[in-house]
């Protein structure tokens, strides 16, 4: 029984540090990279657990009625084999149970907005984006959102204005590569926070290359492989491809302008009928057609 005991208290011990991580990792984009080794985790949860401890207890002793007696403590976690001490520290844990629940209740609590704040500082200062030491494991939020454009290391002009990701994907399919382009609307990270799936709508597909009439060097008219130009509108509202079956990715960053025309980048608005941009074109004028059609 006192083995059972001595894990509780070591639970409630590092509690706070494990708490505080959770407030820390709560944002929707951090909650992708939870640690994934419980012992890791733990590990890096008891510096701040005994640091969150030793400035409560000052608190408390010094500014409450309550005292804590670290001798019965100590009983209780190493196991004491004197019967008497053990039974008085079952004794001060049931008569003071209210005020100790009081006690870890008050800490997780403050535990989990210290995570909350740091968080915060580091996002809304701006201290991920230029130190690399604050930086979340999550790269493809900061690839996604744009953000990586503000990094000091990145030689490309600050995007202040993205209204939506459009991608083209190089995709190996059963029946060849095949180029998938969408707006991507969510993605999803696996344990080692790299790309697990991603999801697009507005999807149009091309073939990488595609059968065409030509001639062989004796001048006969035979199909040849050709890079293909047609292009295909994918129905259905959304599109869930495996990132495993990418072999790259091209990201443009659109911020609309009015309808017909879309700007990508810092640069200026394309010329949508070039053949590059087509693509986009049509995403952008399928778009504005189905939310004219609600």
């Excluded at 083995?3 to 929707?28: D, K, N, T, W």
């Excluded at 344990?191 to 091309?206: G, I, K, M, Q, Y």
């Amino acid at each position: 029984m006192n083995f059972a005991v001595a894990s509780i208290l070591i639970v409630l011990i590092i509690a706070p540090g494990l708490i505080m991580s959770r407030g820390f990792f709560s944002a929707p984009f951090t909650k992708r990279i939870l640690p994934s080794n419980p012992v890791n985790e733990l590990i890096s949860a008891i510096l701040p657990s005994v640091v969150l401890h030793a400035l409560y207890l000052v608190i408390v002793q010094n500014w409450t009625d309550y005292q804590v007696d670290f001798p019965l403590l100590g009983n209780l976690l190493f196991s004491s084999s004197n019967p008497d001490r053990i039974k008085e520290s079952f004794s001060n844990l049931s008569t003071f149970f209210v005020p100790i629940a009081i006690y870890h209740i008050v800490l997780w609590a403050v535990a989990y907005l210290l995570g909350l704040i740091g968080r915060v500082i580091i996002r809304f200062g701006s201290l991920d984006i230029n130190l690399a030491y604050f930086r979340f494991n999550n790269k493809w939020h900061y690839i996604f959102s744009g953000e990586i454009t503000r990094f000091p290391d990145v030689q490309r002009p600050p995007i202040t204005r993205i209204d939506m990701r459009v991608v083209d994907m190089l995709v190996d399919t059963a029946d060849g590569s095949i180029i998938y382009s969408g707006i991507l609307q969510d993605y999803s990270l696996n344990n080692n926070a790299e790309l697990d799936s991603l999801t697009l709508s507005h999807v149009f597909r091309r073939p990488l290359t595609e059968e065409v009439n030509g001639k062989n060097d004796a001048g006969e008219e035979v199909l040849v492989q050709a890079q293909s130009q047609r292009k295909y509108k994918v129905p259905g509202a959304l599109m869930v491809i495996p990132y495993s079956k990418v072999v790259n990715i091209n990201l443009h960053y659109a911020a609309l302008n009015r309808p017909g025309e879309i700007q990508i980048g810092s640069l200026p608005a394309p010329d949508l009928n070039d053949p590059d941009l087509i693509t986009h074109g049509d995403i952008i004028s399928d778009m504005d057609e189905g939310q004219n059609a609600r």
